[in-house]
């Protein structure tokens, strides 16, 4: 029923109808706010709405995440704000609508911040404004994941010298950034972290490191 209403309420909203009585941060069983929504699928107009009637900017989805989180046997539990939902899926402009009104950049429950869940996706507009805006290019989430280990897992070359560009360290999490983008094939980037600087002889486990049989690929 929650639902049905969150949809009724954001159908609504282009034509100026809105039920006060209805709390404009109320979430549905998934944890997602009307702006939530908005933010995720990147309609600027119903952002701003929500906004100028009162949405949380900083909220993140409720309780009903984590119990969610649970059904599906996840320890670690990835809880979103609006911000991250924008970024997450490159709509930048919404991104930028959002920090104008406060969204913490650096903010991000289990510690993946916007600026990690955007380097995993490649989308290095976001990436720029959002290292523009303060977010912390060396933040590590709670698996010791940065943002530049998400990239460099992911194959995303512009991200990930953008961000060497810009401080991250190349060896965090014993060098682990090099390791998965060699464990994916993503010999451009395994090149380029080593010339930044990445050390060939780290393990991110006791195992020898799993790059090494991609080095001699080429």
Do not use: Q
Request: charged fraction near 25%.
């Amino acid at each position: 029923m929650k639902k049905l209403l969150l949809i009724a309420m954001f159908l609504l909203m282009p034509y100026g109808v809105f039920n006060y009585a209805i709390d404009i941060n109320t979430a549905d069983r998934a944890g997602y706010t009307p702006l939530m929504y908005a933010s995720k699928n990147g309609y600027l107009d119903r952002v701003k709405y929500l906004i100028e009637k009162g949405a949380d900017v900083n909220r993140v989805d409720s309780i009903e995440a984590i119990k969610r989180n649970r059904r599906y046997g996840l320890h670690t539990f990835w809880i979103s704000t609006p911000l991250i939902l924008a970024s997450e899926n490159g709509h930048l402009e919404v991104v930028k609508y959002l920090v104008e009104k406060g969204a913490d950049v650096n903010s991000g429950n289990s510690g993946k911040k916007a600026l990690m869940y955007t380097s995993e996706k490649g989308h290095l507009d976001i990436v720029k404004y959002l290292i523009e805006k303060g977010a912390d290019v060396n933040a590590k989430d709670n698996s010791g994941n940065t943002a530049l280990i998400y990239a460099s897992e992911k194959g995303h070359l512009d991200v990930v010298k953008y961000l060497v560009e810009k401080g991250v360290d190349v060896n965090a999490n014993n060098g682990r950034a090099l390791m998965r983008a060699s464990s994916n094939g993503h010999l451009d980037i395994v090149k380029y972290l080593i010339e930044s600087g990445a050390d060939v002889n780290a393990r991110d486990t006791p195992h020898p490191s799993c790059y090494t049989h991609i080095l001699h690929t080429d």
